[in-house]
């Protein structure tokens, strides 16, 4: 399955962008089927941000956020929430690794993004996609070209041709680590399907995988829609007393914002726990910002101006922590600077290099 686009040739051509790597090296799950390039050992900057639809952000917000990564010069960049369709016209079998291109409209939406990616600094990118069959949710993973990921998978699973329901997962694994990037679906506000059962399947599910996955070191970023303590917000009592048109949930433990009931909390921290994780933010950062500290803002308007929650992170293995350099949210204020049209700031981390071991 093809999973990723060469740059637009020409602008305002009807043409479809090329795909690569090659089919047959994508559909065995194998990344590293590529043009010959300068090749780098493994990632040492990451970015992840939920860009809360990166078509509106690129139509909108790009020349501040191309300014801001060429500032930074990640080596990966995680997104969230892309909210692009999935390719495959109506009534037919999506395919979550393409963008939807069988409409006048869809075609225009796809060159937009494209166009936008293959400008500069993004032309120095391969692309991953894992897309939803609407405008909803969905990943993009962003990887420099001088890094080449053994294998790129889709699914906690690891089975190479599925896709998680709605694009939330992209893992690529490289030689001497593993970078995560996760959409972790909203917890809801009743015991239902689709809130609080799904996000409890979800956790189970990352505990699994992380437990499972301990033979090399991990990085798991992106928008994980929990603040596990109470320094992660900025209005504890507020978060813990919120309501939706007055439901209370049977169970205590599940009452308050999605994202801060503490149940999640729980659940969260001992995925940390049992999978001998850090959080890198928390790990630098000991004591509450309330400039800084948050990668959510609440609407400017309303009862949750000034209301804001951290729950974009890093989270690595134990064995990483002693080379985080530095790890930063880069928007502030409650008047959702840095934030560059999303309701999330970008969210970066920085390790140093591995030391080279002695030969025994």
């Given at each position: ?172 694994e490289f030689e001497t680590l593993r970078v995560l990037n996760t959409y972790a679906p909203n917890n809801g506000w009743k015991e239902e399907e689709n809130s609080f059962q799904r996000r409890r399947k979800w956790d ?157």
């Amino acid at each position: 399955m093809k999973r990723f686009f060469k740059p637009i040739e020409k602008e305002g051509s009807a043409k479809k962008p090329a795909l690569s790597p090659s089919k047959q090296g994508v559909e065995n799950g194998d990344a590293q089927a590529q043009p010959e390039v300068d090749t780098k050992k493994e990632p040492l900057k990451f970015l992840t941000w939920n860009a809360n639809s990166l078509l509106l952000r690129v139509k909108n917000n790009w020349p501040e956020f191309s300014s801001f990564v060429s500032n930074f010069d990640p080596d990966i960049i995680a997104v969230q929430e892309v909210r692009m369709p999935a390719a495959g016209s109506k009534g037919a079998p999506k395919i979550p690794g393409e963008l939807k291109d069988d409409t006048s409209s869809s075609r225009e939406e796809k060159q937009i993004l494209m166009r936008a990616l293959s400008s500069p600094p993004f032309g120095n990118y391969r692309v991953w996609w894992s897309l939803a069959d609407t405008k909803y949710a969905g990943t993009a993973l962003l990887v420099k070209k001088c890094l080449r990921p053994l294998k790129v998978y889709f699914s906690l699973d690891r089975t190479v041709s599925k896709h998680e329901p709605d694009g939330r997962v992209i893992l690529a694994e490289f030689e001497t680590l593993r970078v995560l990037n996760t959409y972790a679906p909203n917890n809801g506000w009743k015991e239902e399907e689709n809130s609080f059962q799904r996000r409890r399947k979800w956790d189970k599910r990352l505990l699994e995988f992380v437990v499972q996955s301990s033979d090399k070191p991990l990085i798991w970023c992106g928008d994980l829609n929990v603040s596990h303590e109470d320094i992660d917000v900025s209005h504890p009592e507020f978060f813990s007393a919120a309501k939706m048109n007055g439901y209370v949930p049977p169970n205590k433990e599940d009452c308050g914002q999605p994202g801060f009931t503490l149940s999640e909390r729980k659940r969260f921290g001992a995925i940390l726990k049992e999978g001998r994780l850090v959080d890198a933010y928390r790990y630098l950062h000991k004591e509450k910002d309330m400039e800084c500290g948050f990668s959510w803002s609440g609407n400017p308007v309303g009862k949750y101006r000034g209301k804001r929650m951290r729950i974009d992170y890093f989270v690595l293995s134990e064995k990483l922590k002693e080379r985080v350099a530095s790890c930063e949210m880069h928007g502030k204020g409650i008047e959702l600077e840095g934030f560059y049209g999303s309701d999330h700031c970008p969210v970066s981390l920085q390790l140093s290099e591995e030391e080279c071991k002695e030969a025994n």
